[in-house]
């Protein structure tokens, strides 16, 4: 069981919920199957928090059960492994991946 300001819940309950995440960082506990999963290869430009921006990788997009769209991101900078991570538009800009 985990533990949630509302009461204890299962792990099963805490899937797919969305977490703060560093803007490099990933959520671990979401792990959506691979045939729910559109895989692409998006070039996107990611606010590090910090005023400084790197480029980086969507290779997958997701949604959850509510409705909220989550994106498999690497970041170049920082080399970290990708993660699902929620799609924020403040916070990653989606590049036209065919070109100007």
Same mark, same amino acid.
């Given at each position: 069981? *985990? +533990?949630?300001?509302? $009461?204890?819940?299962?792990? !099963? ?8 995440? &560093? @803007?490099? %960082? ?17 070039? *996107? +430009?990611?606010?590090? $928090?910090?005023?400084?921006? !790197? ?8 949604? &959850? @059960?509510? %409705? ?33």
């Amino acid at each position: 069981m *985990v +533990e949630s300001p509302s $009461g204890p819940e299962s792990a !099963a309950e805490s899937v797919g919920r969305a977490e703060p995440v &560093d @803007p490099v %960082g990933s959520v671990g506990s979401v792990d959506p199957a691979d045939e729910e999963v559109r895989w692409v290869c998006q070039p *996107v +430009e990611v606010d590090l $928090g910090d005023g400084a921006w !790197a480029l980086g990788r969507i290779s997958g997009w997701w949604q &959850d @059960p509510a %409705g909220r769209d989550w994106c498999r991101l690497r970041v170049v900078r920082g080399a970290g492994p990708a993660g699902w991570r929620p799609f924020d538009p403040e916070r990653v800009r989606l590049f036209p991946d065919s070109g100007l």
